[in-house]
Each structure stands twice: as C-alpha cells, then as structure tokens.
C-alpha cells in the first residue's frame, strides 16, 4: 500500500480502534503502547515477573493481526479455572517468551510475526513502571487507583525517567501522522506521553499530531471533562496537538484552541469508535 507512516500512542482498547482504523490506509504502522497497567492479569504477571505488562500490547497485536488464525483469534482467550483464572492466553505468551529469550520486545515481535500483524507494537517502555497521580491533595499510585480518582491535575511515573524502547524514536519522529488515543486520558494516553523520551519524540515530530478524544466522560478520572479539558490536560503534560477529532454528539468540543474535526466516528450505539468510520477522517488529515 503506497500510504503515510502512522505512529499511534496510547494504551488499552482505544488504541487498537485507532489501530483498526489506520490499517486501512497506512503503509506502516508503529504502536507506542502504555506500560503502567497493575490490574487484572497483567497485574498478576507483575507481581511474580519482574517485565512489563503485557495486556494493553496483546490488545495492539490482536488489532493488527493479519489472516483470522486461531492464535490470532486466541490472543484474548481467557481461562476460567483453576490458578490461570482470568489470564488471557495472550498475555501469557508474551510473558514466557519474554522470560525464556530475556528480551520482551523481541517477544512481543515474535508475537507480532506469529500472528502476521500489519505493524509494530512497542512498549514506550521496557523498564517496569508505576503510574503516580496527583488528585486535589492526595498522592495516588497506581493504574488502579489512578483511574477511580477524579480531580487529576498531573501524572508521572516511577522511576520518572525511564529509558525509552529501542525504535520508538524513530517511528514518532519519521511518521507523517501521529494519532494519540483514544483511551482513558490519565491512565492509558498520558501514562504513555510522559514517558521522557516519548513525550520529547512528539515534540520534535514533523508529523501531524492528531488525538482522538474519547466519546463521553465514563470514568472518574475524566468526569465532567469536556474535550478541551483533555487537551488541556495533553498540553500540561507537554503535547501539543495539531487537530483534536471529536464524535458528532459527543464531548463538547467547544473552548478548544486550534483545528476540530467534528464528524461521526462511532460505532451505532455510540460505546466504541468505528474503525471504518475513524479511518475515513485520519485519512483525511494526513
């Protein structure tokens, strides 16, 4: 495909929408995934693997998959019994491989080319984190209890300076398109952005920089935001956007400095970004 290099940052189910969409008219595409998960199965692995989580990475592989093989269908089986209770069968794989070769990002690309995906996935960091938040005048730790925190003003991480993974430089700073979300702001987009060499990389990108802002304020970390608080929230933390993308009905797009894009990027229903329909509008703003 003769199309633009896409970067996408960001963490969880939002990025994979931004993934389904951009697979659709780009001719390469690199995932910067968040690292900060600490619940669910990848929390678990967290506490008895010293690596990553691999949840929010599976997530990005099984977007970008290619063909319809049963392991790509597999990535996000989960079992049901026994000590793998909830351990989807994904993020295991990562685990193990990572554990057995001692190198988890060539793990997750030996994921990625077991299941044909149509892009990299990289985790901005390799060095394991912890997502810290400051909430009015309480200190908060954790990816857990960040997002059930409301009243957000910053984010950081633990260490605050982790070194950024190999590739992720240059596949910021050589796209022609950066989609940044969506996703939850604080725990899956900013956990991801204030990684220092992440947030340096959009700087100093050429490429144009577009977020996708979520379709409602669900979560207690957002609640009562209206998209110009997210962008305001993106340039606290040192990003700068070049055009915000907003769901028609959605998040009130009003007060935002700079070029909107305002149009129907939902699936019908309105819980969850059309890829279809998202890649119609990025294709757009390349």
Partial sequence: MNGPR??????GHGLAASLRAARRYASEITAVVAVADDGGSSGRLREVIDQPPPGDLRTCLAALAGGDSLLARSLGHRFEAGELEGHALGNLLIAGLADAGGDFVAAVDEVARLVGAVGRVLPATTEPVV????AGDDAVEGQVAVSASSGISRVSLTPPDPPVT????EAITGANQVVVGPGSLYTSVLAAVVVPGVREALAATTGRKVYVCNLAAREA??????AADHVDALRAHGL?????????????PAGIVGEVVVAPVARPGGLAHDPERLAEVLERLV
């Fill in 166 to 169: 190999a590739g992720v430089v």
């Fill in 221 to 226: 970390e957002t609640a009562g935001y209206t």
């Fill in 131 to 134: 997502l810290k938040a400051q």
């Fill in 6 to 11: 896409v970067a996408a940052v960001g963490g």
């Fill in 240 to 252: 700068e956007v070049d055009v915000v993308v907003c769901h028609e009905g959605g998040l009130s």
